[in-house]
């Protein structure tokens, strides 16, 4: 069975769960020093090209990836707000006009560190991590549509 | 699935009471009449609702002129549970393989402490 849980949210929203054998420390260690990044983002079947990343309120990261059938994308973001409890930033994919803010909750107990991260979607951020890049054309009519929706409901 | 539509499935899912209507439709279709009665709303702020629904592609509606009955159309939501699969899938290959660069620094963190108690 897997370890990573997958829980439910608002309809923009994914909320996952996973603990790890291994205190907070190490836990942040590995996911904010560049060289350790480059090991574990994305798995074993992409590559991490490129990690910057300013930890810090403000600061902002940029992950390059390329994954094992050629197709090469990036994230960047920015920290919103750091500590060792939580964790806020924005998660941009290549140059789509959306964002995704993403919180992360650390807790540690007996060694183990349960991660909770939850993130949040734009629409702009779903259309695009759906459809791929290149669909500007449709945006125009996609915004009517929504506007009229939320006009009607 | 087009982008307008995946933005007016997001939009129709916003609302409480429209998840609540899909929910009961899950169950089996039900008329106007049948919907609006455990929520208390007025059949026409109901038919607001599924007109809502309707365009976002979660609904159908039945042909039959008097009844109309509603019934839950599963393609959207199929949708967007493929686009959540596969960010689950990204972030899962990424954890299992965190998994092994904690359990490496944890060695390391403990190495020093080993040499330690041999001397």
């Known amino acids: 069975m897997s370890k990573l849980k997958v829980l439910s949210g608002a309809p923009n929203e994914i909320v996952m769960e996973r603990v790890f054998d291994a205190p907070r420390s190490l836990v942040i260690k590995a996911m904010t020093t560049p060289e350790l990044i480059k090991r ?26 390329r994954t094992h059938d050629g197709y090469q994308f990036q994230f960047t973001g920015v920290y919103r707000e750091v500590s060792d409890e939580r964790v806020v930033h924005t998660e941009k994919m290549d140059d789509n006009p959306g964002e995704a803010v993403v919180t992360t909750r650390l807790t540690e107990a ?44 | 699935m087009t982008p307008a ?13 429209r998840r609540a209507i899909l929910a009961r439709l899950a169950k089996g279709d039900a008329s106007v009449m049948e919907l609006a009665e455990p929520f208390a709303m007025s059949q026409p702020a109901i038919s607001k609702h599924l007109k809502v629904l ?18 839950l159309e599963a393609r959207p939501l199929r949708d967007i549970n493929l686009w959540i699969e596969r960010y689950r899938e990204f972030w899962e290959a990424s954890f299992d393989a965190l998994d092994d660069v904690l359990e490496e620094l944890k ?4 190495a020093p402490r080993r040499k330690k108690e041999k001397s």
């Open chain 1, 40 to 65: 574990w983002l994305g798995g074993v079947r992409t590559t991490v090209l490129t990690a910057e990343v300013d930890y810090r309120v403000g600061g902002s990261y940029r992950y390059v990836f």
């Open chain 1, 110 to 153: 007996n060694g183990k560190t349960t991660l909770h991260m939850v993130m949040a979607f734009d629409t702009d951020e779903v259309r695009d991590m759906v459809f791929g890049t290149g669909m500007a054309d449709g945006a125009g009519e996609s915004y009517d549509k929504l506007d009229e929706l939320l006009a009607q409901s």
């Open chain 2, 5 to 17: 539509r995946l933005d007016a499935t997001f939009a129709a899912l916003a609302d409480p009471t």
């Open chain 2, 54 to 71: 309707e365009r976002a592609g979660l609904i159908s509606r039945g042909r039959d002129a008097q009844r109309r009955p509603c019934r």
């Open chain 2, 107 to 110: 060695q390391q963190a403990a």
